[in-house]
T-cell receptor, first 114, second 112 residues
């Protein structure tokens, strides 16, 4: 298993540009989520999904959209990038959303918005 | 989900046991205690979790107090590779979405 994969690893955007961060998992996990991590801080939940076709907002959803058309993929879209969205983005998955399930994290995407 | 409180930083000598405390005084009966760590620039890594009994695996031990209001993660023989930020998290075990809410964690430094 490749686990949780994220692309790209690095990205530089100009203010106002849009882009999609890709996340995929090959473990047939139902639950997937996106986090951002700013320098020196913990992770903050952006959006999550408990299964294909179902998404919901986390702590900091503004400026981001998600969709979950398949179990494997959970892309994160930045509609109009802003410098405040400069961060490291992590995708995670787990077998089920319940608390006893372990979450597995991807390697992260480092995004710089100029 | 209950909130957790951890010291901002700790250090430990290589080869000694590292004991990382966590307070979760508002934890409820159906919440699990999870520990993750994040080595510089990498994604968080699962370490261990428990509900009310002490747990041990190949990486660490988790000691939960009887009232469940605090816990301690123990790395029995710390190495330089254990230098990381350690996050203590509580999560509700239910069928609907159970979000992981990360705090600031404890920055553990292992000195040679």
């Amino acid at each position: 298993n490749a686990g949780v994969t994220q692309t790209p690893k690095f990205q530089v955007l100009k203010t106002g540009q849009s882009m999609t961060l890709q996340c995929a998992q090959d473990m047939n996990h139902e639950y997937m989520s996106w986090y951002r991590q700013d320098p020196g801080m913990g992770l903050r939940l952006i959006h999550y999904s408990v299964g294909a076709g179902i998404t919901d907002q986390g702590e900091v959803p503004n400026g981001y959209n998600v969709s979950r058309s398949t179990t494997e993929d959970f892309p994160l879209r930045l509609l109009s990038a802003a410098p405040s969205q400069t961060s490291v983005y992590f995708c995670a998955s787990s077998r089920a959303p319940s608390g006893e399930e372990t979450q597995y994290f991807g390697p992260g995407t480092r995004l710089l918005v100029l | 989900d209950a909130k957790t409180t951890q010291p901002t930083s700790m250090d430990c000598a290589e080869g000694r046991a590292a004991n990382l405390p966590c307070n979760h005084s508002t934890i409820s009966g159906n919440e699990y205690v999870y520990w993750y760590r994040q080595i510089h620039s990498q994604g968080p890594q699962y370490i261990i979790h428990g509900l009310k009994n002490n747990e041990t695996n190949e990486m660490a031990s988790l000691i939960i107090t009887e009232d469940r209001k605090s816990s301690t993660l123990i790395l029995p023989h710390a190495t330089l590779r254990d230098t990381a930020v350690y996050y203590c998290i509580v999560r509700v075990a239910r069928s609907s979405a159970s979000k992981i809410i990360f705090g600031s964690g404890t920055r553990l430094s292992i000195r040679p």
